[in-house]
Nanobody, 120 residues
Framework: QVQLVESGGGLVQAGGSLRLSCAASGRAFSTYAMGWFRQAPGKEREFVAFIIRSGGRTSYADSVKGRFTISRDNAKNTVYLEMNDLKPEDTAVYYC?????????????WGQGTQVTVSS
């Protein structure tokens, strides 16, 4: 098993930046592919970004491509989401998630989330 704890959320003005962190504990972090998701009020949870176990490949939702960057430090058991040029529509609770495979879509573990609020 792995436990995930997000941090780094907060209130920021439009155009600003935040960096989210997700610290993992438990089973070897490097064996998990990691994703970031978000859920805005009244909306379904949506995919934001993904990174494979080695960190060698990433993917992004079209809505954040070019503004957000996912990265990981396997030595620190942490995955990051660098968010730039934030927009009010980025306001949501952001969750990190872990899955056992680079290829299978099912995520096995989820964090509790961190709130990101972008003011206009």
């Amino acid at each position: 098993q792995v436990q995930l704890v997000e941090s780094g959320g907060g209130l920021v003005q439009a155009g600003g930046s935040l960096r989210l962190s997700c610290a993992a504990s438990g089973r070897a972090f490097s064996t998990y592919a990691m994703g970031w998701f978000r859920q805005a009020p009244g909306k379904e949870r949506e995919f934001v970004a993904f990174i494979i176990r080695s960190g060698g490949r990433t993917s992004y939702a079209d809505s954040v491509k070019g503004r957000f960057t996912i990265s990981r430090d396997n030595a620190k058991n942490t995955v990051y989401l660098e968010m730039n040029d934030l927009k009010p529509e980025d306001t949501a609770v952001y969750y990190c998630a872990a899955r056992n495979s680079d290829y299978l879509p099912q995520y096995d573990y989820w964090g509790q989330g961190t709130q990101v609020t972008v003011s206009s």
